[in-house]
């Protein structure tokens, strides 16, 4: 299930030598460097710095596409080189002799392994610089057909897989509007289908609406709905004059101080407001339901999801498997005695059984 995206682009003057030395980087490679028509790794940038600037007229010469995989995907490095062949041809490059100067390169440095690819947009040849229409899109028709060339489960991003009466795999332009979405804002659905992931909001649709909305039927409490959102690892905010739920950050054992402060920084940044799970989660019901609003005083039990934006749905179920997450608490959580443990200890389930190469 590779998804794809594109960073900034790389404008006439940039260095093709820093975006090289960082793809090329042997902490993160492992020695997992290609290059297409270039004399060599170490002289990729060089090349495509000279012939880029023999086109006086081509602003962005420079091009930067990367493939991710999920953490229970793991390409092998002739999968890794396959694939960023297969990207390059659907995006448009001349891959074969005397085309464009490309690099790619496969990344094992995080638990999505992922590809980056370099080019040169101006052809060695003809100096002419390749024009990628739609290139976001056709850098998900190229996910699509990695997926079907190496046998990854699907991922629906702008492009999707469609199977004909034979069976033959044929990718089409996904279409969002069916009625598994309906109640998903189209904000989220555009972003699911340019990012290729699952959004917060779809988590807390389908899979903590649900059990939120059982709950608060019952006589329910403040504390009740704390500890229910905790076993889902979100928690419920007051924001704007309403109420939003955040996700909450996890950090792995073995994580450094740099991978705890990005993965706070991105827990920081996912939230979605209450009243887009349903009506019965608007901040009038609730308040109806349950009173004024309380700061959880309990003490939480060990979550049995969270939200993974690349998990079928938004979906990562938190099984047993000895890999232990631990959830800092903030000084403000201490202070305002929304929870009473210092730490506590997660264990991620193991997603083995999927296919692994």
């Known amino acids: 299930m590779p998804t794809g995206k594109e960073p900034k682009k790389l404008r006439r003057g940039s260095s093709f030598r820093a975006l090289t030395d960082y793809i090329r980087d042997a902490e993160k490679t492992q020695g997992n460097v290609w290059v297409i028509n270039c004399l060599s790794i170490g002289s990729a940038a060089a090349g495509m710095s000279a012939t ?11 091009y930067h596409g990367i493939i991710t995989w999920p953490s229970d995907e793991k390409p092998t490095p002739e999968q890794a080189k396959e694939a960023g062949i297969i990207t390059l041809k ?14 790619i390169a496969l990344h094992r440095d995080t638990d999505n392994w992922h590809i980056h690819i370099a080019a040169n947009k101006v052809h060695p040849e003809t100096l002419k610089p390749l024009h990628i229409h739609y290139s976001h899109e056709r850098l998900h028709a190229a996910c699509r057909e990695v997926e079907i060339k190496q046998g990854w489960s699907n991922q629906n991003g702008l492009m999707e897989v469609t199977y004909d009466v ?25 972003y699911e289908k340019h990012a290729g992931v699952f959004s917060f909001e779809r988590y807390m649709f389908e899979t903590v609406g649900p059990s939120l909305k059982e709950e608060l ?32 950050p996890l950090f792995r054992s073995d994580f450094t101080e740099d991978q705890k402060l990005i993965e706070v920084q991105r827990a920081g940044t996912t939230h979605s407001a209450a009243g887009k799970v349903g009506y019965f989660a608007r901040g009038s019901a609730l308040i109806k339901i349950l009173g004024a609003f309380e700061a959880n005083k309990v003490d939480l039990g060990l979550p049995k999801f969270r939200y993974n934006q690349r998990s079928e749905f938004g979906r990562e179920q938190l099984e047993a498997n000895g890999q232990q997450v631990i959830r800092e608490l903030s000084q403000k959580d201490k202070d305002e005695g929304r929870l009473k443990l210092d730490v506590q200890v997660f264990k991620l389930r193991n997603t083995a059984g999927k296919r692994v190469s």
């Open 166 to 190: 034979d069976g033959e795999a044929n990718i089409v332009k996904s279409s969002y509007r069916n009625e598994r979405n309906r109640g998903v804002s189209q904000q989220s659905l555009d």
């Open 52 to 62: 880029a600037l023999q086109n006086k007229r081509c602003n962005y010469p420079g």
């Open 217 to 248: 039927k019952a006589k329910s409490t403040w504390q009740s709905i704390h500890k229910l959102l905790n076993e889902f690892n979100v928690k419920i905010v007051e924001r704007g004059g309403g109420f939003a739920f955040a996700d909450q």
């Open 90 to 103: 659907e995006l448009g490059f001349d891959v074969g002799d005397c085309g464009h100067q490309a690099m």
